[in-house]
């Protein structure tokens, strides 16, 4: 789906996924540091003998049931490294899909905070995460309009 009739930008979905990136750089580049933040947070769910969810998060995870969330943590992490590894995928050999990424990455990061609200978490202190999402909103909105426009051509 093109975003408009003009040929200054470029499809969420295109016929083919590709390698042909065609949007503003910095679109790329962004990308690729959110890949990088996705797998190290990952790890550290997976890896962190609390998960983080004790020593990031502020969650008290010395209560019974405190060895569930560790395991939820660590559930919740591999996912995201599945994610960072198809966020790999995307960088290294299909760049044509970063507008799709993007949109994928605002799906998530919304639905994080609307789950918030839902369902908030009852932490001592506010995680990094929590304020990450407001920071990366914004953010995912402005690099998929960089990401869908192709840069004028310098004269």
């Not at 959110?34 to 550290?44: G, L, M």
Request: with cysteine; charged share 15%; hydrophobic share 50%.
């Amino acid at each position: 789906m093109n975003c408009l009739k003009n040929d200054r930008w470029i499809s969420i979905l295109p016929k083919q996924a590709d390698n042909q990136y065609q949007g503003y750089k910095i679109s790329v580049w962004i990308f690729l540091l959110i890949t990088i933040f996705t797998i190290a947070r990952s790890c550290i769910h997976i890896f962190a003998p609390d998960g983080g969810a004790a020593s990031i998060a502020g969650i008290d995870v010395s209560s019974a049931g405190g060895s569930n969330v560790v395991s939820m943590f660590a559930f919740w992490g591999l996912s995201q490294l599945l994610m960072g590894v198809v966020y790999l995928v995307v960088f290294f050999r299909y760049k044509s899909l970063i507008p799709f990424m993007y949109v994928l990455i605002l799906a998530e990061y919304i639905g994080r905070i609307a789950i918030g609200f839902i369902k908030p978490l009852e932490v001592s202190h506010t995680p990094p995460g929590a304020i990450g999402d407001y920071i990366l909103v914004p953010l995912a909105i402005i690099m998929l309009i960089l990401s869908l426009r192709r840069p004028r051509k310098k004269k």
